[in-house]
């Protein structure tokens, strides 16, 4: 992995989770970087969430350090706002910055009071422990119920691109979803790292659901700190935006593969809808329904259930005018049976990755593309009993 | 059970579905009933659904008969609309009553052909089977993964009302959802009967959920045939329109307590809501979250993910006027951790009836009562081998 320069990372335990596994993460960049942010849509929003609205808002949009707990989600509680404040000024004071400079996000059990102390005896031996090489350290640290830690980085003319983000459970589309933070050492303004997050969002984090509940945390972060001497301008933005772009799909796509108690990522496409608002509707629909994602787990080649779900979505659409994919092979056409070898295809649904085509003939030109997984016993194991 | 007079019932096996189980039933009222009827608002419709709606405006809302069959949804089938026709005028003929007259009703699988000739081929021997005892009987026969069967029954001043109903999956609020036939001998004029229903459909069947998808067959007919001699006037009409209503919310509540793979009814009551809509929207959300029925299923009173799941639903609210109460004990208060002994409660989340509260404090004079279930390992062993 071909890291950003200019960037520095650590974690450590400091006894904020039940199990000895590094709970805390930093991320700093050696120089103020531009930062933008896109977050949760919750109604209720934790107390990190509120003050990283602030700060980016009071320093202008300039990020110097993340400060990232895992297993406290430090949202409805008393005391939330003063843990968020306390924990960043302390960084603050380690790193000589402002503390508006300090971006905090958590993620854990909600209504749970948190304890400032822990975090803010940690920060000196944290900030201590701050290397270009623990990159994957910190990508750790911000897990709770993933299985597997998510990066992605890329490098184009120069300019080098990496994230990290964890979520497997409450991931929801519409909304910048789950932890994310992307880093990069060209130099961006804000107002152009803003627009393009946004775009990128929409076709990533936007296009990923697990279970449809929605996180009262999700924040995602992008910081471009000029390291690498490069400018993203008119000339090369478009570039920019495609890389920046796809390493949030990459990540994006590890989510719904680690979803909890998922076996199977499903990779939906919509065509020929109304439009492009509409394709995603149907796709959102789809992607939702347990009765679609138990079937996938089941290898079952149910399209019924994917036509009824879209057919429920609202969406506009004329049913007779489905063909649906399952593996590449149609199952339906003109919305009835279509003739296919359905014990190949049995055996096809047995991969780790199922791809689902949903077409209708001449409908119009709208599309999307969407990512979930399949819905098991595991998910339910998980969160029978995620905190008794 | 009270059966309201005027009615009888058969049911038998015409091979439609692969388990030597009834999959055909039949409804006749002696003389032709006033009826009312709500469909399911899916875009995907079944045929059985068009035709049903046809005929009941075709003979201006008079049924004689109800011709259901499980194991086949005749939905997204190429022959579906022909099936519906000869299976209803086969049974016309044998009852020699007008096509019209009767209502067809079908549930199971989609996108697999059905063939007429099973069902015509056994209708003499189900109308020979009529008998005003064979309730039970067709009851059984309209279930699918059911495991019980559902009924309920009232009388009120001389007229009784029945009712049998069958759900378990692909249940969702908002539409008249899943198959439910309620009889009863009060003569009432068809628009008012239409009226009542949908008003009774809006307290029951719009208030429950099982997991969020919505079939392409739900189908709600209620039918009154005067055979009491009793008639609903402007005197007695509030009393009828609760006992409808009563009967209705009582077939609602078995199919949440019969949800695929439930353990566990969870019974929501949202108040202080700004209006009625909001309420219903917040309930709608906390009974949808597969978070909140995973927590329901591991018996955890983890109230976190109740408001979170109220905070997404897009409802407008203040989280920090909510309170929670999970079996009659405060969970939350002011949006925050509220003191009580958790073991004790732990213990009370045990039960088969789980009561949930959800209140916001000055928020206004919304309210709404909603069902659903848990979401256990159940669910997924149903859903994921139903058709292979």
């Known amino acids: ?70 297993g406290n989600a430090n949202c409805a509680t008393r005391t939330g706002d003063k843990v ?7 960084l603050a004071r380690e790193l000589k910055c402002p503390a508006s400079h300090v971006f905090p ?25 701050l290397d270009a090489g623990q990159f ?17 980085s890329t490098e184009v003319e120069g300019i080098r691109i990496a994230g990290m983000t964890k979520g497997s459970g409450m ?7 789950t932890l994310a933070f992307v880093m990069t050492d060209a130099a961006v303004a804000a107002a152009s790292l803003r627009v393009m997050l946004k775009r990128a ?16 945390n999700d924040t995602l972060l992008v910081m471009a700190n000029g390291a690498s001497g490069k400018r993203v301008t008119q000339a090369n933005r478009a570039m920019f935006e495609e890389a920046l772009a796809e390493v949030c799909e990459s990540l994006a796509r590890q989510i719904a593969a680690d979803g909890e108690g998922a076996r199977k990522l499903v990779e939906i496409e919509v065509a020929g809808a ?44 004329d049913p007779g005018a489905v063909d649906i994919w399952l593996q590449c092979v149609k199952v339906c056409r003109k919305g009835l ?33 969407f990512w979930t997984c399949d819905l098991t016993k595991g998910y339910i194991e998980i969160n029978g009993s995620y905190r008794t």
């Open 1 to 70: 992995m071909k890291l950003p320069l200019g960037y520095r990372y650590s974690a450590l335990y400091a006894g904020i989770r039940k199990v000895t596994k590094a709970d805390l993460a930093l991320i700093v960049s050696d120089a103020p970087a531009t930062a933008a942010a896109v977050f949760t849509t919750n109604l209720v929003q934790a107390a990190p969430v509120r003050l990283a609205r602030n700060n980016l808002e009071a320093s202008g949009g300039v990020v110097r350090a993340v400060l990232i707990n895992a």
């Open 274 to 317: 109304r439009d492009n608002e509409t394709a995603a509707r149907i796709a959102r629909a789809i992607a939702n329904s347990p009765l679609v994602k138990t079937a996938i787990a089941g290898g079952d080649p149910n399209w019924g259930r994917i036509l009824s779900a879209a057919g429920a979505s609202g969406a506009m659409f």
């Open 337 to 369: 049976a279509a003739q296919y070898d359905e014990e190949s295809l049995i055996k096809a649904l047995r991969n780790r990755e199922i791809g689902m085509k949903f077409h209708i003939a001449g409908g119009g030109l709208g599309q999307a593309r």
């Open 136 to 152: 994957d350290a910190a990508a750790d640290a911000i897990m709770t119920t993933d299985l597997v830690r998510k990066t992605a």
């Open 201 to 216: 969002v929409e076709r990533s984090y936007n296009r990923l659901s697990v279970d449809g509940d929605m996180s009262t």
């Open 84 to 90: 968020a404040l306390a924990t960043t000024k302390a």
């Open 105 to 129: 996000a958590s993620t854990g059990v909600i209504g749970v009071e948190m304890e400032a102390n822990k975090v803010v005896e940690a920060v000196p031996e944290l900030v201590q422990g």
């Open 171 to 177: 991931i929801h589309p519409n909304m910048a979803t």
